[in-house]
């Protein structure tokens, strides 16, 4: 079926990097340590949803 | 209804915005313009068209819909909401909820700022997933007396709209009176943008949509008002609905529902720092409600109905006759936004085949739970898993107890079955290979490597126990909140990128999912036709009944009950766009 549309060409799946589970956890428990209490306040949501 | 995985099953998210705090208070508006350019980003990425609806939204390619959420717009309230298209079985549900999260997270970045998809904020403000499977709402007897009660409703119903009809007319001659009393004011003082927000609201005073159609005050008055004017109808629908309504899946269902964080639970860091393995069962207060109405947060959910009563049926009379059909959405409010696909996958497809099992007549005897709200609460605040909750008959269960009586009910319904996909075995084998890893978190104290990325609650455990007790709560929340960030950044997607976790879809099939709908669904049609006309002269809207092409009353309505499996599976509705096909017919 011809459509009218353009769609966006994607590329597909990536090859994971190789980090170790140890890597990660140091790399987050570091980032949380940076001005967590702005992040809380951007990701707030007044009054919630459904 | 007879059968595995027979049913319909559609997932919505809403997904919080990260956005930097603004200098001064007018968040609302940043966030309608931040879902403004997330609508127009995702309108170059794949065909869009305008959700004919009483919410701002759009249906896209692939039959699903954004929305912009907004329990109170000029208060700063302000989410992106997708609802997922109308799929068949748990795996189809989760590749269309991870197409979602892709395309919705992808226009997010190019516009520069990110989604969150978790449940709740630091200021415990609650929000996140709900699930709506088709179920026969009643049969019999309690069938009958649903439809007596909506006859009996119609005339409240109908004095509702009158009253709503009413409120309108009287905002409208509002905004003339305050427009007569500001112009000689504006004339003589030049007018101040303080006085004009008071009295019109930013809509009228930017000239263009802001979402924040009146003024602050206005809007609390008037959400009072129409909370005072649709009580009588509430609470009439809400009588009916806990007599007749779904009242022997709810039975039947709690437990499962119940004990379901443990398999499917997101985690969450609480304000008094305390962890539980889901993010949203703490907030469940009530089994049954409308969701928000008056400060409930249901298991169940049935505001749907209250919004088709007292909204949509108003600007559309027949949608009120649809409430007497037999089959209806059952929707499901107690369930977390995953990002593992794993704890989705368990999430979805064991609610489906346990409702499978249910309607096949099967767990008659289901064990039930005294107190299930506080069997949630405790179940949930138990990351050992061997926290125990009594029955009616007086005996003590734990949540992993209950999930292994559901899980041999339902490989007994499948044993029963003359036909079941294969996918129904591998995910009960998957659910039981799962509780098995979790006895081991009850039995030795310790995460099992197996569950890490694949159950959220679990991995996310794991990250805060690295981090250490010395962490402060701030730290430990970030944690809780950015495993959820839909980025590069986002702590589960660190781990996705290092192959840590789990995967059911491929990046492929998601990639296709974010443009095509799903087969053998009103869906199927809905999408084809937006991505035959989106781009047409011909005006195009969608909504889940129906869609629209052409202007206001000449348009073209092409219902959608028509084209759901039946048609497609005698093929008429797989390949061709059904009549009216030219946008010139409609216009």
Request: glycine residues 8%; contains cysteine.
């Amino acid at each position: 079926m011809a459509t009218k549309t353009q769609i966006e060409a994607r590329t597909a799946t990536t090859a994971p990097e190789t980090k170790s589970l140890e890597e990660i956890v140091n790399r987050v428990e570091h980032d949380s340590r940076d001005e967590p209490q702005a992040y809380l306040e951007e990701t707030k949501v007044p009054h919630g949803g459904e | 209804m007879p059968g595995v995985f027979q049913r319909l099953v559609g997932l919505e998210t809403e997904y919080a915005i990260r956005a930097p705090v603004p200098d001064r208070p007018a968040s609302s508006r940043s966030k309608f313009r931040q879902y403004e350019a997330l609508v127009a980003a995702l309108h170059r990425a794949v065909p869009t068209v305008a959700a004919k609806h009483f919410k701002e939204g759009v249906f896209t390619a692939n039959g699903g819909a954004v929305w912009f959420e907004a329990e109170r717009p000029s208060a700063g309230g302000g989410l992106i909401e997708g609802s997922t298209p109308e799929c068949n079985g748990p795996r189809e549900a989760i590749l269309y909820q991870r197409a979602q999260d892709r395309l919705l997270s992808e226009c997010a970045q190019r516009r520069h700022f990110q989604l969150l998809k978790n449940d709740r904020d630091a200021c415990d403000n609650v929000y996140g997933a709900q699930e709506s499977y088709e179920a026969t709402i009643a049969t019999g007897l309690m069938l009958l007396l649903w439809r007596v009660g909506l006859v009996l409703l119609f005339p409240v119903a109908l004095l509702t709209w009158i009253g709503m009809g009413l409120f309108i007319l009287a905002t409208l001659a509002y905004f003339a009176i305050a427009g007569l009393v500001y112009l000689p004011y504006k004339l003589v003082t030049g007018g101040r943008e303080s006085v004009a927000l008071l009295l019109f609201g930013s809509d009228l005073v930017e000239g263009r949509e802001t979402c924040i159609h009146v003024p602050v005050w206005l809007e609390s008055t008037l959400q009072l008002a129409t909370r005072i004017l649709t009580a009588p109808l509430a609470l009439a629908l809400y009588g009916l609905i806990q007599l007749t309504a779904f009242r022997r899946i709810r039975r039947r269902l709690v437990p499962h529902v119940n004990s379901r964080p443990a398999i499917a639970g997101a985690g969450i860091v609480n304000v008094d720092g305390a962890f539980s393995i889901s993010d949203k069962g703490p907030a469940i207060n009530c089994l049954i409600g409308f969701g928000g109405m008056v400060g409930d947060r249901p298991m169940f959910s049935m505001g749907h109905f209250f919004k088709t009563a007292y909204a949509e049926a108003w600007f559309a009379p027949r949608e009120y006759c649809d409430l007497f059909k037999s089959r209806q959405r059952l929707q499901i409010g107690l369930g977390d936004s995953n990002m593992c696909e794993t704890a989705e996958y368990l999430r979805v497809g064991t609610t489906l085949l346990v409702l499978d099992a249910i309607e096949d007549g099967g767990f008659r005897h289901p064990p039930v739970v005294k107190r299930p709200i506080q069997a949630l609460h405790r179940f949930c605040a138990d990351a050992t898993l061997i926290a125990q909750h009594a029955l009616r008959d007086g005996q003590q269960v734990t949540a992993l107890q209950l999930q292994r009586y559901y899980l041999a009910g339902c490989r007994a319904f499948l044993n029963r079955q003359r036909h079941v996909p294969a996918e129904a075995w591998d995910l009960v084998q998957l659910w039981e290979q799962t509780l098995d890893g979790l006895d081991r978190i009850r039995l030795n104290a310790e995460l099992p490597e197996s569950l890490i990325g694949t159950i959220d609650w679990v991995t996310k455990k794991l990250l805060l126990d690295k981090a250490g007790a010395e962490a402060s709560w701030a730290e430990r929340k970030k944690i809780d909140l950015r495993y959820h960030e839909l980025s590069e950044d986002g702590y589960f997607a660190m781990l996705q990128a290092s192959g840590h976790i789990s995967r059911i879809t491929d990046d492929a099939e998601v990639d296709r999912a974010m443009r095509l709908a799903p087969a053998n669904s009103p869906a199927t049609t809905r999408g084809r036709y937006i991505r035959e006309f989106a781009h047409g002269q011909c005006p195009i809207r969608a909504n889940w009944k129906a869609v629209f092409i052409g202007r206001r009353w000449g348009a073209k309505v092409i219902r959608l009950s028509r084209y759901g499996r039946t048609g497609a599976r005698d093929g008429r509705d797989a390949d061709a766009v059904p009549s009216p096909h030219r946008s010139d017919d409609a216009c």
